[in-house]
């Protein structure tokens, strides 16, 4: 016993100097590179931290962005239509439900005349799925809200709308709560228009005369993409949405507790505020609560909650893409929410924090999608999408885990890494007694990851830790993991 007290004391003292890269699985969809992303075919690949490939599911379309795995090991995926309605860089319009064993199960499509999703979705706790879309209207409905100039050949204005997906049968879904950017605007121009006001007395509308309408130049050619709204998240414990709008250099949150009328409104929900911003952050002068020195936020993709029980918990995490000198920034924000789940402002200053809580940066750089996630020991999974390369920092900033996938002209819009027991028993993985971290070797770093999971030090117990199969992972189960390898 007192060889195994050594060993865990060595390991301890190892991992405070050094550091451990997060054990799990990460998941991720190569498809064609460049802001169009290409239309190739979907592979979405769960390997391991020694880069082995553990699983993959396929779809005969490309990646919108992420896939998102579920605890019964299917994963719910965006992907790009053969045609699409509407079409700018992170265009998708489908979802599908694909099953361990490649069966799609369920899918939809939202391109039709009124409606084009892109980028990103948000599977939720009650097994719906918000999804973030671009909402067409026409120049004369734009003018008639007071927007001043349409900026492309196809005089149309794209809005943005949040619709909440309750999937039916195979192939359809119920829209059971929706959000319209277009009923939260403010415009200081005509007083004879709807939504007169001064901009700077209403952080919590959104200036229709901020920014260009589409232009020429996109993927797919002529575009009238406004707000370009490229990543959501779910806050439950606070029942808040979360976007990002790479235009605006700007991110907003938003109250899910709303009807949707009372989303459509100024008032209702837990917040009061109806379907108004709640918070915004990144670039003051959208609002005219500053200048171009207050913006902290450019081409920003990615952004999430961190999970309260995670390191830097409740904080916002999200990719900076131009951040400075052709370099990318992962950024922590902290935000000021308080206990009734409102962020306080006062009648002149911008949206607090007056900068990030923790940032990193230095050496990459992408101008599309991209992504952070905090990991449960307090790392962080970078995907840098312009080169498909992943790595994993931890809170001094150093590399402990990197994986530049193979291949020209390929991207990777996000990563994520789930613990090893996310899939649950029934769809463990085939393991190897002691193979803690599915190397095909048993040595110091199984016993490394089962002293973590015997102290509960950011890894939950799997079944290859429990060396004496007793349904706990204790100290016996390392001596006896000391012991195999001795006897190897």
Not at 232 to 256: C, K, P
């Amino acid at each position: 016993m007192n060889l195994l007290k050594r060993i865990i004391f060595s390991i301890i003292l190892a991992g405070s100097l050094f550091g451990q890269a997060f054990n799990g699985y990460t998941i991720f969809s190569p498809t064609g590179g460049g802001q169009g992303g290409g239309f190739t075919n979907g592979t979405s690949y769960l390997i391991n931290n020694s880069l082995n490939v553990i699983h993959t599911w396929q779809h005969p379309r490309g990646a919108a962005s992420m896939p998102y795995l579920q605890p019964d090991s299917s994963i719910i995926y965006p992907f790009r239509v053969q045609n699409p309605s509407m079409s700018n860089g992170g265009v998708g319009g489908g979802i599908a439900r694909i099953d361990w064993n490649n069966n799609i199960f369920w899918q939809v499509e939202i391109a039709n005349d009124t409606y084009q999703h892109h980028h990103d979705i948000q599977p939720l706790p009650n097994g719906n799925i918000l999804v973030i879309a671009w909402e067409r209207k026409t120049a004369t409905e734009a003018y008639a809200l007071g927007r001043q100039v349409i900026n492309n050949p196809l005089n149309e204005m794209w809005s943005e709308a949040i619709l909440e997906l309750e999937p039916i049968g195979t192939d359809s879904a119920n829209i059971v709560w929706e959000w319209h950017l277009w009923d939260h605007l403010i415009q200081d121009v005509d007083s004879a228009l709807p939504n007169y006001g001064v901009i700077a007395y209403h952080p919590e509308l959104m200036n229709i005369n901020y920014g260009m309408v589409g232009g020429t130049q996109g993927p797919g050619g002529n575009h009238a993409d406004w707000m370009h709204f490229n990543a959501i998240d779910y806050n439950a414990d606070l029942d808040q949405i979360v976007v990002s709008s790479r235009t605006m250099g700007e991110i907003y949150i938003i109250d899910h507790s709303t009807t949707t009328s009372e989303a459509a409104s100024h008032s209702g929900g837990n917040s009061g505020k109806g379907g108004d911003y709640l918070y915004r952050w990144g670039n003051p002068q959208v609002y005219d609560r500053g200048n171009g020195s207050n913006q902290q936020l450019n081409s920003q993709h990615g952004i999430n909650w961190i999970p309260a029980n995670y390191p830097g918990g409740g904080h916002l995490i999200c990719y900076n893409n131009n951040y400075q000198n052709n370099n990318s920034a992962v950024f922590e924000i902290n935000t000021p929410v308080d206990s009734t789940g409102n962020y306080p402002i006062n009648a002149t200053d911008a949206f607090g924090p007056s900068g990030p809580f923790w940032f990193y940066s230095g050496g990459f750089h992408s101008l599309v999608q991209s992504g952070a996630f905090r990991m449960p020991n307090g790392n962080t999974l970078i995907t840098e999408a312009d080169d498909a390369y992943m790595f994993e920092v931890n809170s001094n900033g150093n590399v402990v885990w990197n994986y530049n996938y193979p291949g020209n002209n390929i991207m990777i819009a996000r990563a994520q890494k789930y613990e090893l027991t996310y899939l649950g028993g029934s769809t463990f993985p085939e393991f190897t007694l002691g193979d803690i971290n599915f190397d095909d070797v048993i040595d110091i770093l199984d016993v490394s990851l089962a002293v973590d999971m015997m102290l509960n030090q950011g890894y939950n117990p799997t079944p290859p830790a429990d060396i004496n199969i007793d349904g706990i992972v204790n100290a016996v189960d390392v001596e006896l993991l000391v012991q195999l390898i001795f006897q190897n």
